[in-house]
């Protein structure tokens, strides 16, 4: 079961680009990292998910290196809107659903 | 607004009350899932359906807890004889069958239960 390393907490301001950074060092073959994003007193919204390399939506881009340990979630232009909570996950597509585990997740704060 | 609603929003009880939540998922979803989420953590998974077989159970969920989605479209969480620590908020999600259960599930706004 890979488990996930997240800051706790980030600040920064509106109009930066915002990079967190998710650690799973053991990572398996055959798992995918997803980012979710929740605000207060509302259920997560899933943002995005990757194997590897580079992906990138309307709302944010993925970045996985070659050995996998690691993921960054890169959100460009943040506005004060963005300040949310960010879950990394780690598992594979037809893992067992008791396996996705969020963790605590990153609290991040943008400032004016 | 995701289109999975849940009810009620807010429920306020009475230690050893019983309480029954209902979620609405998105209606070509064959997924569902309960979490559990206390402040400051992230959802906890509870259980999850395929169509309106329970498929997965957490070793953590109490035997006061029960869950059903007798026609494979809506689903109710009982919580039975609560206690203090029930109190959480508790967030149903859904998604297509295809892609397993790390797909992409769609959460509603959670019912915030508080047990006094």
């Known amino acids: 079961l890979a488990k996930t390393t997240q800051p706790i907490s980030m600040d920064s301001y509106e109009g930066q680009e915002v990079n967190i950074t998710c650690s799973h060092n053991n990572i398996a073959t055959n798992d995918y990292i997803t980012w979710y994003q929740q605000f207060p007193s509302q259920g997560p919204r899933f943002i995005i998910q990757?194997?590897?390399t580079k992906v990138t939506n309307e709302v944010a881009s993925l970045f996985i290196p070659a050995d996998r340990k690691s993921s960054t979630l890169s959100l460009p232009r943040v506005s004060l809107s963005d300040t949310a909570v960010y879950y990394c996950l780690v598992g594979a597509r037809y893992s067992s659903a008791s396996k996705i585990i969020f963790g605590s997740g990153t609290r991040l704060s943008i400032r004016p | 607004d995701t289109g999975v609603s849940q009810d009620p929003r807010h429920k306020i009880t009475k230690r050893g009350q019983n309480v029954t939540f209902r979620c609405d998922p998105i209606s070509e979803h064959n997924r569902l899932y309960w979490y559990r989420q206390t402040l400051g953590q992230g959802p906890e998974f509870l259980t999850y359906?395929?169509?309106?077989?329970?498929?997965?159970k957490s070793r953590l969920l109490s035997d006061r807890f029960s869950a059903e989605r007798p026609k494979g479209s809506f689903s109710t969480l009982e919580i039975q004889r609560t206690e203090q620590g029930d109190s959480a908020m508790y967030l149903c999600?859904?998604?297509?069958?295809?892609?397993?259960?790390?797909?992409?599930?769609?959460f509603g706004p959670g019912t915030r239960l508080t047990v006094l």
């Open positions: 990757g194997y590897k």
């Open positions: 999600a859904s998604s297509l069958i295809s892609g397993g259960p790390n797909n992409e599930q769609f």
């Open positions: 359906f395929q169509n309106e077989a329970q498929l997965e």
